[in-house]
């Protein structure tokens, strides 16, 4: 079983509509959870983290944590085209080391 | 600020020689990492270094594989010799630890590609 788990894609939705994008992780003592945007021969750049269970909402984005089922979420309403992208989740435990799922490939088709 | 900086951008080698990697963390950034990212295994953490010292390095693959960090400003990662499996984009990234939330800044990464 891999430490963090994605589903590949591609996942297309619609401008306008609700991107879901879901992440699982192995490791119970898992602290801290990210979400990275990484274009197309570009580097992965930060644009959620959430700590604790529940919502997290920043814009448009919506980080979604549960613990006892260790699964982490992101939401992205209203998708725009620029949300075309591949999105990376990473897990943190109590050191800096950070692992990441290999990506879930968003579309958004106009 | 000038973001994290990698050089070479691109590097293209043949096999067996040896490839010599870059990076410049973010001034007053106290960790750094290097990444690989292939499409088959995603983005693996090789090495990273806190206050300049190597914390962690399991994830280098093998012995051919070196990084070395010698002031906080500057860091390499060496591949001697080189492979055609070690075709790949490597990134380079640095944080701040310390300061919540322990953001990690990437750089532009560097196309590896050995023939």
């Known amino acids: 079983q891999k430490e963090v788990e994605q589903n590949s894609g591609p996942l297309s939705v619609p401008e306008g509509a609700i991107a879901s994008l879901n992440c699982t992780y192995s490791d119970r003592v898992s602290q801290s959870f990210f979400w990275y945007r990484q274009y197309s021969g570009k580097s992965p750049e930060l644009i959620m983290s959430i700590y604790s269970n529940g919502d997290k909402e920043d814009g448009r984005f919506t980080a979604q944590l549960n613990k006892a089922s260790q699964y982490v979420s992101l939401l992205i309403r209203d998708s725009q085209p620029s949300d075309s992208a591949t999105y990376l989740c990473?897990?943190?435990?109590?050191?800096?080391?950070?692992?990441f799922g290999t990506g879930t490939r968003l579309t958004i088709i106009p | 600020d000038a973001g994290v900086i990698q050089s070479p951008r691109h590097e293209v080698t043949e096999m067996g020689q040896e490839v010599t990697l870059r990076c410049k963390p973010i001034?007053?950034?106290?960790?750094l990492f290097w990444y690989r990212q292939t499409m088959m295994r995603g983005l693996e953490l090789l090495i990273y270094?806190?206050?300049?010292?190597?914390?962690?390095d399991s994830g280098m693959p093998e012995d051919r594989f070196s990084a070395k960090m010698p002031n906080a400003s500057f860091s390499t990662l060496k591949i001697q010799p080189s492979e055609p499996r070690d075709s790949a984009v490597y990134f380079c990234?640095?944080?701040?630890?310390?300061?919540?939330?322990?953001?990690?800044?990437f750089g532009p990464g560097t196309r590896l590609t050995v023939t």
């Open positions: 990234a640095s944080s701040f630890q310390g300061k919540p939330p322990p953001r990690q800044y």
């Open positions: 001034s007053g950034h106290n960790s």
């Open positions: 270094f806190n206050n300049n010292v190597p914390i962690d």
């Open positions: 990473a897990v943190k435990r109590g050191n800096e080391k950070l692992t």
